[in-house]
C-alpha cells in the first residue's frame, strides 16, 4: 500500500509511520511542524519507502500518484499545546480534516481519523462507551480541541455517508512512551521529566481524578487493525486500567528513585474526574486489547526520557 499520514513528525504519527514501513509499505509523511519533529522521523532519511513533505493541511494537499489510505493524525494534542495554538487546533481539526477527507476522496482511498476520548468531556457515564455522547463545554478553554475533534467526526460521518467514502474513526485515550516532547504537557512525561529532573510534580487539585494510560506499541496495534478492519463507526483504543493521577505519580517516584516532592495546583477549568474506556467494541471487532503493563511501559518511558535528559 500507499499510505498519506498527517502529523507525521508528531509523537503517534511518527511510530504510525514506522509501523506501516516495517509492514512494507510506502509512506508520504506530511507536518507543519508545530508541535512535531523531526528528529522523530530522522532515522528514515533516506528511506525508499517515505517521503516527507512540509506542509500545512489546513491548505489544500496535492500528493502525486496513487494513495491507497490516508490517516490524519495532524493536530496539537496536549493540552499545553492546544492552548498554547486554540485557532491552529480548531483550524486543523475543521480545515485539515476537510482536505483529508478531500484527498482521501480524489484518490478513492481510505480514511482514518484521529479523534480523541476528549469527545466525551467530563463524563456521567463511566466507563465510556462509544455510544456515548459526552459532555463538553464549546465555550470553555478545553473546547477547542474537543469540539474540533467532534466536528472532524462529524465532518468524516457526513462523507462516508453522502460520498461513500470508506473511512475509520480511533477515539484515543491517553497514550505514552518514546518520542514525547520533555515539554510535552501531558501528566505522564510532565511526571517523568520532573522526578527525573528531581523537580516538584505538578499535581492538579489532590489527584484523585483518574485516567487510563496506553503504551503507544498498543495504541499504535489498534489504529493499524482499526485500519484494516471493516468498522465504521468510532472505536475507543485505550487502556481499561483506570489509576489515579495521584497512583501514577507515586508510581513515577518509584520507578526513577526521585525524591521529589508533590505540588498541588488549582484543577484546570473543565478538567474530566474520571477517565476510562470501554473497550468491548474493540475486542470483539479488531481481536485488540492492550499488553503492556503501566509498570512496563514507565519504565522503558522513563528510560528514554533519562537518555533525552543526559543528552
Same mark, same amino acid.
Given at each position: ?27 508520504? &509523511? ?26 500545512? =493541511?489546513?491548505?489544500?494537499?496535492? =500528493? ?8 490524519? %493524525? ?20 475543521? $480545515? &485539515? ?23 466525551? #468531556? ?20 478545553? #473546547? ?5 475533534? /467532534? %466536528? ?29 516532547? =520533555? ?13 527525573? /529532573? &528531581? ?13 487510563? %494510560? ?12 482499526? %485500519? ?8 475507543? $483504543? ?16 518509584? $520507578?526513577? &528513585? ?38 512496563? #511501559? ?14
Amino acid at each position: 500500500m500507499r499510505v498519506v499520514i498527517t502529523g507525521a513528525a508528531g509523537f503517534l504519527g511518527s511510530h504510525l509511520v514506522d509501523r506501516f514501513i516495517r509492514d512494507g509499505h510506502s509512506v508520504v &509523511g506530511l507536518d507543519n511542524l508545530l508541535t512535531g519533529s523531526l528528529a522523530n522521523i530522522a532515522h528514515l532519511a533516506g528511506n525508499e519507502r517515505f517521503l516527507f513533505i512540509h506542509h500545512d =493541511v489546513t491548505n489544500f494537499i496535492f =500528493v502525486d500518484g496513487p494513495v491507497d489510505g490516508v490517516l490524519h %493524525f495532524a493536530s496539537p494534542a496536549s493540552p499545553d499545546d492546544y492552548l498554547r495554538y486554540p485557532i491552529q487546533t480548531l483550524k486543523v481539526g475543521a $480545515l &485539515g480534516t476537510h482536505k483529508a477527507l478531500g484527498l482521501a476522496k480524489a484518490k478513492g482511498a481510505r480514511l482514518l481519523l484521529a479523534s480523541t476520548s476528549e469527545v466525551y #468531556g467530563d463524563p456521567e457515564v463511566h466507563p465510556q462507551p462509544e455510544t456515548y455522547w459526552g459532555r463538553v463545554n464549546p465555550v470553555g478553554p478545553r #473546547g477547542v480541541y474537543d469540539e474540533a475533534k /467532534r %466536528f472532524a467526526e462529524a465532518l468524516t460521518m457526513a462523507y462516508h455517508r453522502y460520498h461513500g467514502l470508506p473511512t475509520r474513526i480511533a477515539r484515543i485515550f491517553n497514550t505514552y512512551g518514546p518520542r514525547m516532547r =520533555v515539554e510535552d504537557g501531558r501528566v505522564v512525561s510532565n511526571f517523568v521529566v520532573q522526578a527525573l /529532573r &528531581g523537580a516538584p510534580l505538578t499535581m492538579y487539585g489532590e489527584g484523585q481524578q483518574t485516567r487510563s %494510560f496506553a503504551f503507544v506499541s498498543d495504541t499504535i496495534e489498534g489504529l493499524y487493525r482499526l %485500519f484494516h478492519g471493516a468498522r465504521v463507526d468510532p472505536t475507543n $483504543l485505550g487502556n481499561a486500567e483506570e489509576y489515579t493521577v495521584r497512583q501514577l505519580a507515586d508510581l513515577v517516584l518509584e $520507578l526513577t &528513585g526521585s525524591a521529589s516532592r508533590i505540588e498541588h495546583r488549582p484543577l484546570p477549568v473543565d478538567d474530566p474526574r474520571v477517565r476510562q474506556p470501554d473497550i468491548t467494541v474493540a475486542q470483539r471487532e479488531l481481536g485488540w486489547e492492550p499488553v503492556v503493563p503501566l509498570r512496563e #511501559g514507565l519504565g522503558r518511558t522513563i528510560a528514554y526520557f533519562r537518555e533525552r535528559l543526559s543528552a
